[in-house]
């Protein structure tokens, strides 16, 4: 790193128990030897299926499983090992599949709205899994109680949030919508950038989604059908007076990194 600038590791939708071992860890890998200032989760971290109001089709996907051993855990573990890595902050934008939660205990009686504060990942991701509280440590909640938009900033013209399209040309909507700044987003689970130059100030804004680390083929896909989703992460490096992105392609559990140091796992 050169003085002055900073680097930004961005992980996409993980989907604990859904994610893919083999892309989860090349990520890491490139985590660990790149260090960053920052890292940042896109959402959707935790799938929170037995959250889910989606009624199951198969008999695999309908296994009652332990909410705190298979997703919370894993996410608690993943996050001490990023966070031992990461030089300042990390940040953790709720997705939607978090909000299940939420939205399970609101529409649920007095017991589940009882045992929201239990497990609302705003507090249960705050601590690990010894219960000791998390430093240099923010989650931001999918929905923002006053109206505004779920986001973190990570330069003056640069925001991320977790997804505001699932529409097969999502990058394009992002672009859009966002219309002044750039964003980074995640949710649909496929790589894809979109960029648009302002005739007048001469200035590139862009959207721009990593991939995503969960598997590429879930099994509620009807008939299974095939998906365009792909592996992938991105970093940042933020300069005092611009930034320059990289989504950064898993394949098959290979990728290489702007130094050229290949990762393999
Ligand atoms: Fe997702």
Request: charged content about 20%.
């Amino acid at each position: 790193m050169k003085k002055g600038s900073k680097l930004w590791f961005i992980f996409p939708d993980i989907h604990f128990p859904e994610h893919d071992e083999t892309a989860l860890t090349c990520a890491l890998q490139a985590h660990t030897k790149l260090k960053p200032n920052f890292s940042l989760f896109l959402g959707d971290v935790l799938d929170c299926g037995l959250f889910s109001a989606h009624k199951k089709r198969t008999i695999e996907e309908n296994v009652i499983l332990d909410y705190e051993t298979i997703e919370l855990n894993p996410t608690r573990n993943l996050l001490d090992q990023v966070q031992k890595n990461t030089k300042e902050h990390t940040h953790f934008l709720g997705g939607n599949h978090e909000e299940r939660i939420e939205r399970w205990a609101t529409n649920g009686g007095q017991i589940e709205q009882s045992l929201f504060s239990l497990l609302d990942p705003a507090k249960t991701l705050s601590r690990t899994e010894a219960g000791i509280k998390r430093t240099k440590f923010t989650f931001y909640p999918y929905t923002k109680n006053d109206g505004g938009h779920a986001h973190v900033r990570l330069a003056k013209d640069l925001v991320a949030v977790h997804g505001w399209s699932f529409a097969k040309h999502a990058a394009q909507i992002h672009l859009e919508k966002s219309r002044s700044q750039s964003v980074v987003f995640g949710h649909t689970h496929r790589h894809q950038v979109a960029s648009s130059r302002d005739p007048w100030s001469g200035k590139i804004i862009k959207a721009f989604n990593p991939g995503t680390l969960s598997r590429l083929q879930p099994i509620y896909m009807v008939g299974g059908t095939p998906t365009d989703w792909s592996h992938g992460f991105a970093i940042v490096y933020v300069g005092k007076e611009s930034w320059t992105e990289y989504c950064i392609t898993i394949n098959n559990g290979y990728c290489v990194l702007p130094d050229g140091t290949e990762i393999k796992v």
